[in-house]
């Protein structure tokens, strides 16, 4: 069974910095494409990155993008989620998510496994 624990959430300013970490159990972690998504109070889970596994290709929301670095390193069975210029309208549960046999459709969040999420709260 894999298991994906996210951590490193929070409460930061607005213009802040945060990392998420995200480790994952299971003998195939460098196989899985994974992603992080979130979803704020009220909405639906929407998308935020994805990093592929046979090559390292990395996708972000156009909300993120130039902000949020997304990264793995394979020997520690770990992704992490850089966040950096941090926005009120960041704050949200974020998840990890592992699987996705078909890169392209991570975004839509068809995923094989989910962590239970991560709040990050970023203030003004």
């Known amino acids: 069974q894999v298991q994906l624990v996210e951590s490193g959430g929070g409460l930061v300013q607005a213009g802040g910095s945060l990392r998420l970490s995200c480790a994952v159990s299971?003998?195939?972690?460098?196989?899985?494409?994974m992603g992080w998504f979130r979803q704020a109070p009220g909405k639906e889970r929407e998308f935020v990155a994805s990093?592929?596994?046979?090559?390292?290709?990395?996708d972000y929301a156009d909300s993120v993008k130039g902000r949020f670095t997304i990264s793995r390193n394979n020997a520690k069975n770990t992704v992490y989620l850089q966040m950096n210029s941090l926005k009120p309208e960041d704050t949200a549960v974020y998840y990890c998510?592992?699987?996705?046999?078909?890169?392209?459709?991570?975004?839509?969040?068809?995923?094989?496994?989910w962590g239970k999420g991560t709040l990050v709260t970023v203030s003004s």
């Open positions: 990093i592929r596994w046979s090559d390292d290709r990395t």
């Open positions: 998510a592992a699987g996705g046999r078909t890169y392209t459709l991570v975004r839509t969040g068809t995923m094989d496994y």
């Open positions: 299971g003998r195939t972690f460098s196989s899985y494409n």
